[in-house]
């Protein structure tokens, strides 16, 4: 396991489109899902079904969501807060770091750890478009109702790393980033009923988790 705040999305070679092409959750069949928010709103938590949502970050830049068939309350709170964090951080990035909302989403020093992998693109002097997409979100464990552990595949083939000043796709595109990656997320519910980040590690890209969000 590493820590995933300080890779994520050094992105891959093919380029990307710049709206999110139709696709399929894998628990719903075609036509039945719904139409993605484009302001990052959540799924009704009364539970309504499975849907894609899609988060409009600029208008190089979405977060594609598939959200499973959950009623949970705090199940679509701690997708909520792992969304926020990816839709939030690509925000930072695009904006040139002015943008730190996706602060509120993480507990305590979780925050640094965070802000230092926007920091890493600022000092690159680089930014990002495309698509990233996020899927076969689970939730494998619950501590006593205040400690979590959320799963979800995350692929960000569709997404280029740019030069922040010319706009222009950078000459190499790191090859590890050119297929889907296993994101572990630990979660824990503060003492104001909130679901906030505590851990990001990703799995080994070897490990039969990380195997099963290829597709």
Known sequence: MRTVIALVVLLAAACAPSEAEPFTPVDLSPGTSSPGSA???SPDPAGTGPRVETVRVSPDVQVVVEWPAVTDR?????IDAFRDYRAGSF???????EDTAY???????????AYRWVKEFLRQRRSVRGVSRVYALNV???FEGKGAELRACVDETGMRLLDARTGKAVRR???????????IVGLRKGDDGVWRIKLLEHADPFS????GCLR
Do not use: C, I, N
């Not at 705090?74 to 701690?78: C, L």
């Not at 602060?103 to 750890?113: G, N, P, S």
């Not at 039969?208 to 195997?211: F, S």
């Open 140 to 142: 494998v464990s619950v």
């Open 74 to 78: 705090d199940t679509v709170e701690m």
């Open 173 to 183: 595109q790191p090859d590890w980033t050119r297929s889907p990656f296993l994101q």
């Open 103 to 113: 602060y509120k989403v993480f507990h305590d020093e979780a925050v640094m750890e």
């Open 208 to 211: 039969e988790g990380a195997k």
């Open 39 to 41: 302001d990052g709103s």
């Open 91 to 97: 925000r930072s990035v695009v904006t040139g770091g």
